[in-house]
């Protein structure tokens, strides 16, 4: 089940759009004519519903995503929107660590950690540290709750035989940056300096840097699932920002249609299902309690895919980018893509990567 939509099919839903900005009593009659007509049968329905939500009718999109139950996505949307009676988060995500420390105990997760942690260490083997044998230096963006580069820096030490590493941590979040330093303290197999740094890494002026970070060299800057929380333009600048500091960037993120296109554009809302139904089937599986499975899905997954559903796009938070459209913004940064490593898939579409940038010479 691909994540993209042809021009045939965008420009056919956006019969959908016109239909419900008229008060259209066709509608219903459209959405089952055009059901089938993608990967995700029940999408019309979706798709219907999403643009009612926005128009603030709640009671009639909840009516096409009771069309729809078989599809997660949908099921669960509309379990939020009879529960909670908004098309908004009801939490803004990573105020609290406890929904994604959730989500690492899924099987896709532990997928993709495996994935990431194989193509990160492709990279070791073939970039040696430039400090010593025994010590290391990375700048960590967006770090989370600490589980990625925990296991990233373990598996360094066990490969190369380290036994000291600087780890700078870079996240808006003092949730998160707690959360880490506890994960790190409990779990890292080496000794661990840990630098802390509240802030996007967009916001911090590039002249600033370097005192931030300090002299030592850093070997690479790690970025996992961090990134995307900037527009197209401004990923740019961030990695021309960063080209200065170190030579390697190792991007691992979710590969998706969310930073170009429109609010309510088929091609947006599209691709936001095919991606989020595929995370919401992976809690559903998990070995979990409901509750934490519910947590997980309303404060997480479901929190960041309604903000970009109901948001336009300077507010939309949240702009995963195709792993084509990474290699662009990285070529004009000034990047290289010296390997590209897909970790897990939406059907037959990469979901999530890992990806070595290097600054051109």
Not at 78 to 101: H, I, M, N, W
Not at 201 to 220: C, K, M, R, V
Not at 305 to 328: F, N, V
Request: charge should be negative; hydrophobic fraction near 40%; glycine fraction near 6%.
């Amino acid at each position: 089940m691909g994540m993209f939509l042809q021009r045939k099919q965008i420009n056919a839903f956006g019969r959908l759009a016109k239909l419900v900005d008229s008060g259209d009593t066709q509608l219903l009659a459209c959405c089952n004519e055009l059901e089938g007509a993608t990967a995700v049968h029940e999408f019309p329905y979706i798709y219907a519903a999403v643009l009612l939500a926005n128009r603030r009718r709640l009671l009639e999109a909840i009516s096409f995503l009771e069309r729809c139950e078989s599809n997660t996505f949908a099921s669960k949307l509309c379990q939020y929107l009879k529960e909670c009676g908004v098309f908004a988060p009801r939490a803004v995500t990573f105020a609290d660590s406890r929904p994604y420390d959730i989500y690492t105990r899924t099987g896709l997760y532990k997928e993709y950690l495996a994935g990431a942690k194989a193509a990160i260490m492709a990279f070791v083997d073939k970039n040696p540290q430039p400090v010593s044998s025994s010590r290391f230096s990375i700048l960590d963006i967006g770090t989370g709750n600490g589980v990625f580069i925990t296991e990233i820096i373990n598996c360094i030490a066990a490969k190369n035989g380290a036994c000291r590493c600087k780890l700078i941590v870079l996240d808006q979040s003092q949730a998160m940056h707690a959360a880490a330093e506890e994960y790190i303290k409990l779990h890292a197999k080496l000794d661990v300096e840990t630098v802390h740094i509240y802030s996007k890494i967009q916001d911090i002026a590039p002249e600033l840097l370097p005192a931030l970070l300090g002299e030592e060299p850093i070997w690479f800057i790690n970025a996992g699932l961090s990134v995307h929380h900037m527009p197209d333009t401004v990923k740019i600048n961030m990695l021309k920002n960063l080209s200065v500091v170190a030579e390697h960037f190792l991007l691992t993120d979710m590969s998706g249609n969310h930073d170009l296109p429109e609010k309510d554009s088929p091609e947006l809302v599209y691709s936001i299902v095919c991606t989020y139904d595929r995370y919401f089937k992976a809690v559903v599986g998990a070995d979990l309690t409901e509750a934490d499975k519910q947590l997980c899905i309303y404060d997480f997954w479901l929190a960041e895919a309604l903000t970009m559903l109901s948001c336009e796009r300077p507010q939309r938070i949240d702009y995963h980018a195709t792993i084509k459209q990474w290699g662009e913004y990285a070529g004009k940064a000034g990047y290289e893509v010296v390997n590209l490593i897909p970790t897990t898939y939406c059907g037959d579409d990469p979901l999530n990567f890992t990806m070595h940038l290097r600054v051109k010479e």
